[in-house]
């Protein structure tokens, strides 16, 4: 049974930083694409961060180019979301995708709330 268990979201005032972190069981996580989704209230899902399997190429949605950093690790089957310089327009809920071309899978999501 693949699992995909993220955390690290909360509540942060602007300018602050978060991790996120997702951990994966059940799965070859070296095989696997790793992303980051969110869904603001309202909006429609959002690509915000993916990483190759091999050699951990990144590509990030130019909002957070900068502020974001998305990695891996290999040995622990986990893939974080470091988030600097928060704001306002950050807040959703955040989702870690594991992509491996005929499947895919998704985490419960954690909620991330940037407020003064």
């Known amino acids: 049974q693949v699992q995909l268990v993220e955390s690290g979201g909360g509540l942060v005032q602007p300018g602050g930083s978060l991790r996120l972190s997702c951990t994966t069981s059940?799965?070859?996580?070296?095989?696997?694409?790793m992303s980051w989704y969110r869904r603001a209230p309202g909006r429609e899902r959002q690509l915000v961060a993916i990483?190759?399997?091999?050699?951990?190429?990144?590509e990030y949605v130019d909002s957070v180019k900068g502020r974001f950093t998305i990695s891996r690790d290999n040995v622990k089957n986990a893939v974080s979301l470091q988030m600097n310089s928060l704001k306002p327009e950050d807040t959703a809920v955040y989702y870690c995708?594991?992509?491996?071309?005929?499947?895919?899978?998704w985490g419960q999501g954690t909620q991330v709330t940037v407020s003064s």
């Open positions: 995708n594991a992509w491996g071309g005929r499947d895919s899978y």
């Open positions: 059940g799965l070859i996580f070296s095989k696997y694409v």
């Open positions: 990483i190759s399997n091999l050699p951990g190429n990144t």
